[in-house]
């Protein structure tokens, strides 16, 4: 079982940057492929990120080049490093682990999930 802790979401006005963490208990966090999702007010949540178990990331296209994200295996630690924000990325955003330590896009392919973090971007 894994528990996931997202933290950093906040209001920033276009343009600018948030770094989201997720912190995540247990001792297999190395094994297990991460990812980031969002969900706006009456959207579907979409895929943003992932992160793999030992190598390779995928990103969707709306944000490439300007979120990156990343782990630190020695802190249990995910991160989606978010810059020039736009009013369009406001939602909620959450953390998800698999344990089968590959990428997925579809969130219903995720095993454990955060409870959110918000993310306001104001124009």
């Known amino acids: 079982q894994v528990q996931l802790v997202e933290s950093g979401g906040g209001l920033v006005q276009a343009g600018g940057s948030l770094r989201l963490s997720c912190a995540a208990s247990?001792?297999?966090?190395?094994?297990?492929?991460m990812g980031w999702f969002r969900q706006a007010p009456g959207k579907e949540r979409e895929f943003v990120a992932s992160?793999?178990?030992?190598?390779?990331?995928d990103y969707a296209d709306s944000g490439k080049g300007r979120f990156t994200i990343s782990r630190d295996n020695a802190k249990n630690t995910v991160y989606l490093q978010m810059n020039n924000l736009k009013p369009e990325n406001t939602a909620v955003y959450y953390c998800?682990?698999?344990?089968?330590?590959?990428?997925?896009?579809?969130?219903?392919?995720?095993?454990?999930w955060g409870q959110g973090t918000q993310v306001t971007v104001s124009s």
């Open positions: 992160i793999r178990s030992i190598v390779g990331k």
């Open positions: 998800a682990a698999t344990e089968s330590g590959t990428s997925w896009y579809q969130h219903h392919r995720y095993d454990y």
């Open positions: 247990g001792r297999t966090f190395s094994t297990y492929g």
